[in-house]
């Protein structure tokens, strides 16, 4: 049986891959087309806030309050991907060249507040880390 942390590493993979152009996956005009900016502060019925989205994928969307960091603070405005129900995201943020697929072993019952604010701590540690991010 093939353990969820080998799932996240093959997300991570496939990011790795459009941030490398595609190589076999997909055109690199189709990994730009995918990370562009098609809609810019649409208002998400789901999410009830607004969110920038690329084809399939949300674009860095933080200028529009906590909620909307998917990626953390200090991800740059180019960083796209998405995230799972208060229990992952994964990423690439292309100004870095940063893949990211993390994911937890629970979730925080419906308390979307107490998930957004553990991912923005870990994943504005991790830039930190890195001595990368605007701050």
């Known amino acids: 049986m093939e353990a ?11 990011y790795e891959e459009l941030l490398a152009g595609g190589r ?18 649409l208002h ?4 009830g806030y607004p ?4 084809l399939g994928v949300l674009v860095d969307s933080k200028k529009y309050g906590a909620a909307a960091a998917w990626f953390g603070t200090r991800c740059s405005s180019r960083a796209f991907g998405h995230a799972g129900a ?23 019952g419906t308390n979307p507040p ?3 604010a553990r991912v923005v701590k870990i994943l504005d540690a991790l830039y930190n ?4 991010g605007d701050i």
């Open 24 to 41: 076999g996956i997909v055109r690199p005009q189709t990994t730009e087309a995918i990370a562009t900016r098609h809609t810019v502060g």
């Open 129 to 132: 880390d890195l001595g990368i």
């Open 114 to 116: 107490k998930h957004d």
């Open 44 to 47: 998400d019925k789901t999410f």
């Open 51 to 54: 969110l920038d989205r690329g």
């Open 86 to 108: 208060w229990s992952s995201v994964a990423f690439a943020d292309p100004e870095y060249q940063l893949v990211v697929a993390l994911g937890f072993n629970g979730m925080i």
């Open 4 to 14: 969820h942390g080998d799932h996240f590493r093959e997300l991570g993979h496939f």
